[in-house]
């Protein structure tokens, strides 16, 4: 594998990639759609081989990790085919985030497909609170489709969780002890202000990492892993057991300095930063005639300049970003 051919202006390499390969999903979570979401005309959205031929180009100039998100990946036609794909091409990672609603039917053929390791979304073990938060999802299968994941082998499985002031900051420490049973990590995410949502006031829900992290060491010391994540996860290990536990603050804490990553939208937006807009076309560059390998890999080594330094996010001010992180590929 080549070493990345792609560095930015703040002399931070990027050698890990977020495909997001659609902007549908089956579920409406409070904190990343409105309930009525209109969703991309098919023209406008990448197909598989143009996903593909980004992932390749990507893996030639150096990139070692992939991560296909969305939207909800598992709900793209044909997913499994450009998991195989991509699963050829030598990665040093190869990983999905997930509402885990459709693993109980994929998660075999995923893992054989190549992927190797699952992010599962979690927020909630109470079958109401699950429903309010997701709108539409059903707690029984998000819990199957974690457990055909355990069964499938895969290198790593993580639950992430989105934490919010009065819907589920009681449940903290009962998602641990989940993870702990079920032998998973589990990371606790501060909610961020991407899409203009009106169902809760983002200020009055934000829960603050720190405020987790106390919630949970009144039941289990934490102490700091050692090994670096290289991401903005800060991990921490329990004393008898082997379940991490991680906190992304993108308001706490800014991460921004060894910040390794790019995302490409389902349009095939390359976005350098997930707080900041800016953004390269990289359909056109796919669609362009004639069809250029050369032309693609030069556009995203020119995009890499863009990279802004850091994100600044502000809790009770506008919205920021106007994207929603479905169409970002959180
Ligand atoms: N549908 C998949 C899922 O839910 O895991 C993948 C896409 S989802 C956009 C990726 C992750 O972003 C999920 O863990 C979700 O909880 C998180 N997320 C969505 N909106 C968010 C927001 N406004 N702030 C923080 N995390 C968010
Ligand atoms: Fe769908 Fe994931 Fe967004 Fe929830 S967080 S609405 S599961 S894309």
Redesign the pocket.
């Known amino acids: 594998m080549p070493e990345s051919r792609l560095t930015d202006r703040f002399g931070r390499t990027v050698n890990y990639v977020r495909l997001s390969v659609t902007d549908r999903?089956d579920f409406r979570?409070v904190?990343?759609m409105a309930e009525d979401m209109t969703f991309l005309p098919r023209q406008q959205v990448l197909t598989l081989e143009e996903i593909a031929r980004v992932a390749r180009t990507f893996t030639e100039l150096g990139t070692e990790k992939i991560r296909l998100?969305?939207?909800?990946?598992l709900v793209r036609k044909d997913i499994l085919e450009l998991v195989r794909e991509i699963g050829r091409y030598g990665l040093r990672d190869f990983a999905m985030?997930?509402?885990g609603s459709h693993l109980p039917t994929m998660a075999e053929d995923l893992r054989h497909a190549g992927l190797h390791r699952l992010?599962?979304?979690l927020d909630s073990l109470d079958e109401d609170k699950f429903r309010r938060i997701t709108r539409t999802g059903r707690l029984s299968q998000v819990l199957d489709g974690i457990d055909a994941a355990r069964e499938a082998g895969f290198r790593g499985i993580k639950l992430?969780t989105?934490v919010l002031k009065g819907r589920n900051d009681e449940e903290v420490p009962a998602l641990v002890d989940f993870a702990r049973r079920k032998g998973v990590d589990i990371t606790f995410?501060e909610?961020?202000p991407?899409g203009q949502i009106t169902e809760h006031d983002r200020g009055e829900a934000f829960c603050s990492s720190d405020e987790v992290r106390d919630i949970i060491r009144r039941h289990h010391d934490l102490v700091p892993a050692t090994e670096d994540s290289g991401g903005p996860a800060r991990y921490y290990r329990m004393p008898g057991s082997k379940t991490r536990v991680g906190f992304i603050s993108p308001h706490s804490h800014n991460f921004c300095a060894t910040c390794n990553r790019v995302r490409v939208t389902v349009e095939g937006r390359l976005l350098l930063c997930l707080g900041n807009e800016h953004s390269v076309d990289l359909r056109r560059v796919l669609r362009g005639n004639p069809v250029s390998d050369d032309k693609l890999q030069q556009t995203i080594i020119d995009a890499m300049d863009l990279k802004p330094e850091k994100h600044h996010f502000d809790l009770n001010g506008d919205v920021q970003i106007l994207r929603f992180?479905?169409m970002t590929g959180?």
């Open positions: 999903c979570c904190y990343c998100t969305g939207g909800e990946p985030t997930t509402n992010n599962i979304s992430n989105v995410i909610e961020m991407l992180m479905n959180g």
